[in-house]
């Protein structure tokens, strides 16, 4: 089946850039129909989405974080990659990929990691 | 940014209740209409896509409506595992949710 797993750190220094990997199994991330986001969530708070990337590289980002917000995609690995630069405390959250799918002319978020907790700290 | 709002924003229900949602958009976003729900300490699961295809394995007691602006999501008999939150997310452009709509036990 397919599964969705996050990795990378708990604890960044504000500053600092924050590195968090997505390794996808049960299905290939070069499936033209998919596209893969990151979505995060700070403790109590709403979900706010971070972007997206295409297999083939192809990128499509949230406006407000575009200038610090890198998504990248290893297909040799089927895994994608997010990198948030210029760390404050306001970054520190649940941060979730998943795999968007375009179906029936629309796009949703059918399958979600775990999540993995970053906190931004000295 | 398309900005969502969320009505309410939390609600008090029990078991067989009938429970509706709401969420507009701040432009025009077609059908382009997807809703979630979060338990607590788990990743949102999605519900319904397209404002209101219902999503393979979720239960047709959930259903979504609208188009344009206003949109809805309908939970017509609520179970005990029903109580969560519920977000609803535009996929017009540049994805946004909602602020979140948790359903608790009366």
């Known amino acids: 089946q397919v599964q969705l797993q996050e990795s990378g750190p708990g604890l960044v220094k504000p500053s600092e850039t924050l590195s968090l990997t997505c390794t996808v199994s049960?299905?290939?991330?070069?499936?033209?129909?998919?596209?893969w986001s990151w979505i995060r969530q700070p403790p109590g708070k709403g979900l706010e989405w971070l972007g997206y990337?295409?297999?083939?590289?192809?990128?499509n980002y949230n406006p407000s974080l575009e200038s610090r917000v890198t998504i990248s995609v290893d297909t040799s690995k089927n895994q994608f990659s997010l990198k948030l630069t210029s760390l404050t405390a306001a970054d520190t959250a649940v941060y979730y990929c998943?795999?968007?799918?375009?179906?029936?002319?629309?796009?949703?978020?059918?399958?979600w990691g775990q999540g993995n907790l970053v906190t931004v700290s000295s | 940014d398309i900005q969502m709002t969320q009505s309410p924003s939390s609600l008090s229900a029990s078991v067989g209740d009938r429970v509706t949602i709401t969420c507009r958009a701040s432009?025009?976003?077609?059908?382009?209409l997807n809703w979630y729900q979060q338990k607590a300490g788990k990743a949102p699961k999605l519900l319904i896509y397209?404002?209101?295809f219902l999503q393979s394995g979720v239960p047709s007691r959930f259903s979504g409506s609208g188009a344009g602006t206003d949109f809805t999501l309908t939970i017509s008999y609520l179970l005990p595992e029903d109580f969560a939150t519920y977000y609803c997310?535009?996929?017009?452009?540049?994805?946004?949710f909602g602020q979140g709509t948790t359903v608790d036990m009366k």
């Open positions: 998943a795999r968007d799918q375009f179906s029936r002319g629309y796009y949703f978020l059918d399958y």
């Open positions: 049960g299905v290939s991330i070069n499936i033209t129909t998919y596209y």
């Open positions: 990337v295409y297999y083939t590289g192809a990128t």
């Open positions: 432009q025009k976003i077609n059908r382009y």
């Open positions: 397209g404002a209101s």
């Open positions: 997310q535009q996929s017009y452009t540049h994805w946004t």
